[in-house]
């Protein structure tokens, strides 16, 4: 995660956190990430995660891919670097 956010963004201008495990609630045995820890407008906030049910509370800034399987075929990512950069 942290090569493909500093391929995006060298200058750490626009990923300003990179969010692990303590920003995230355990709700029925599962962890769901929980973006208002940011303490930020939400509209301005995408995130990226293979798995739908982590984004339970902000299902309007997650982009969900493919979990990655090791594959150097593996595209997904690069595919949406076009759009990410856009964005900011």
Do not use: Q
Request: negative net charge; aromatic residues 10%; contains cysteine.
């Amino acid at each position: 995660m942290n090569d493909i956010c500093e391929a995006l963004d060298p200058t750490y201008s626009m990923i300003m956190a990179r969010l692990g495990r303590e920003s995230t609630l355990l709700k029925n045995g599962k962890y769901i990430k929980d973006l208002s820890y940011l303490n930020r407008d939400l509209k301005d906030v995408v995130y990226i995660d293979f798995d739908e049910e982590k984004a339970e509370f902000h299902k309007d800034n997650v982009i969900v891919l493919p979990r990655w399987d090791g594959s150097s075929d593996d595209r997904e990512l690069y595919d949406i670097m076009p759009f990410l950069e856009n964005l900011g």
